[in-house]
């Protein structure tokens, strides 16, 4: 089955630190992949659609300066949360669309403390 | 029983019981339907989907149910087991749209 792999699975640091988290579709090609934000007891909050080769979409309220996106080839995404500060402190999910309309396929998150 | 948290609705239930997971949309439109569970620290997990063109779709214990005219979406556990406790979210898909949108969520407990 689609197999979407996350990384770092849980990262902490001093605030100010710029952390990055890969996404990567395993056994697919995904030219779409997602991101999304839960804080606890939650409901997933979309940030942004990532598109290989060009430029991610960003829900509103979504600073693109501060969660910067890169979608470089069809296998990996890459979120980073730039200069980041304890309000930045979530779980962080990614997923991308299978081929073949099936459902999108989750990473297992990336919980980030930042001190 | 069912009770309403300040943002997770929680359903506990005995090992061996069914459970019912409710869900409700709101847009009319939305013709793709996906339950999720979601384990503690990890990220969700695809159970079952359906399409607006059916009312009932069975898998491997679970049966989800769609009734389209009152906007309402179920998820039936069958003999539930202590593994089945984690939150389960249901999101609704519209048209030719990539991106689902998740429902609040509820947190099943199942105690042995």
């Known amino acids: ?115 | 029983g069912e009770s309403v948290g300040l943002h997770l609705p929680t359903l506990s239930v005995q090992e061996g019981d069914n459970s019912i997971i409710n869900c409700a949309y709101s847009n009319s439109a939305s013709d793709y339907f996906i339950w999720y569970k979601q384990e503690s620290g990890k990220g969700p997990q695809f159970i079952i989907d359906i399409r607006s063109n059916m009312d009932k779709r069975q898998g491997q214990r679970v049966t989800v149910l769609l009734n389209k005219t009152v906007k309402h979406l179920s998820l039936q556990i069958a003999a539930t087991q202590p593994g089945d406790s984690a939150v389960y979210f249901c999101a609704e898909r519209t048209g030719g749209s990539y991106i689902p949108t998740f429902g609040r969520g509820t947190s099943l407990i199942v105690h042995p």
């Not at chain 1, 939650?42 to 693109?64: D, F, I, R, W």
């Not at chain 1, 890459?78 to 990473?107: M, W």
């Open chain 1, 1 to 115: 089955g689609a197999v979407v792999s996350q990384h770092p699975s849980w990262v902490i640091c001093k605030s100010g630190t710029s952390v990055k988290i890969e996404c990567r579709s395993l056994d697919f090609q995904a030219t779409t992949m997602f991101w999304y934000r839960q804080f606890p007891k939650q409901s997933l909050m979309l940030m942004a659609t990532s598109n290989e080769g060009s430029k991610a979409t960003y829900e509103q309220g979504v600073e693109k300066d501060k969660f910067l996106i890169n979608h470089a080839s069809l296998t990996l995404s890459t979120l980073t949360v730039t200069s980041a500060h304890p309000e930045d402190s979530s779980f962080y999910i990614c997923s991308a669309d299978p081929p073949g309309n099936q459902p999108q396929h989750f990473g297992d998150g990336t919980r980030l403390s930042i001190l």
